[in-house]
């Protein structure tokens, strides 16, 4: 069982990081709906090189850096000044209790005039992890206000188990599942059901790994509102990436 004693003798993260960031747009109003946090080297390079780095002696020091350096480059950015949320993608493993492990992620959104509802908490679902645990870190966020996602469903252990147990606020569909949807019938009809299982719930799906006009397409015609993928906006060290938008019989109607 984690305890506060694993965070305060625990190691700090001496490597030095930066955010990049990428978007998840509404394709319908054409606007960012968040803009994702993603860890980057110093030098802009990959999160390969950081994530190597990251042990269980050092993991709630990381996750922490990783909070605090998204929100403020996030501020730097004004990322939220057309509306948008920063989603931040988090550790449960070092999270030991939820209400202490946030005080730096409030603290340096005070210090920086960032404001606590627009933040997106998204994690990855695991086998290693206790779901005890973890739905006690989701419905403790949500108490605080902050908005939770969960990552990668339909890959790997994110699926219906801890649906069943915690409707989050946001779940992204798996890339894999996207991926050529066009061309394959059985992607098709998983994701649609699992888009009307999701409405059903009231929970925003997200459909990422959109790398083409064609899947693009389809999930349009599935009505999906929110996107992420190269086909929009690969990720921008430091920045804010310009989207661009597929042009479809809707847009060009409304720019005519």
Not at 60 to 76: G, H, N, P, V
Request: charged share 25%; with cysteine; net charge negative.
């Amino acid at each position: 069982m984690m305890t506060c004693a694993a965070c305060k003798d625990g190691v700090g993260f001496d490597l030095p990081i930066t955010m990049a960031f990428q978007p998840i747009v509404d394709v319908k109003t054409e606007t960012v709906f968040a803009y994702e946090a993603l860890v980057r080297g110093q030098d802009g390079g990959g999160a390969g090189g950081v994530l190597a780095q990251v042990s269980a002696e050092n993991r709630y020091a990381f996750d922490q850096l990783c909070r605090t350096t998204a929100i403020e480059w996030a501020s730097k950015l004004d990322l939220t000044a057309e509306g948008a949320s920063l989603s931040i993608n988090f550790l449960p493993n070092a999270v030991y209790e939820p209400r202490a492990c946030i005080r730096a992620t409030l603290a340096a959104a005070m210090r920086t005039s960032f404001p606590v509802n627009r933040i997106i908490f998204e994690f990855t679902e695991d086998e290693s992890m206790d779901t005890a645990h973890i739905l006690n870190i989701l419905r403790s966020y949500r108490a605080m206000g902050f908005k939770t996602a969960i990552d990668d469903f339909g890959a790997g252990y994110a699926g219906l188990g801890l649906l069943s147990k915690f409707q989050p606020d946001i779940v992204k569909l798996d890339m894999a599942l996207i991926r050529g949807i066009d061309t394959d019938r059985v992607k098709r009809a998983i994701v649609s059901n699992t888009l009307n299982m999701l409405r059903d719930l009231g929970i925003d799906p997200v459909c990422e790994g959109v790398e083409t006009v064609d899947e693009h397409d389809v999930l349009r015609d599935l009505d999906v509102s929110l996107m992420q993928g190269y086909l929009l906006a690969k990720p921008a060290v430091e920045a804010l990436s310009p989207v661009s938008w597929p042009r479809t019989a809707e847009s060009l109607a409304r720019s005519a």
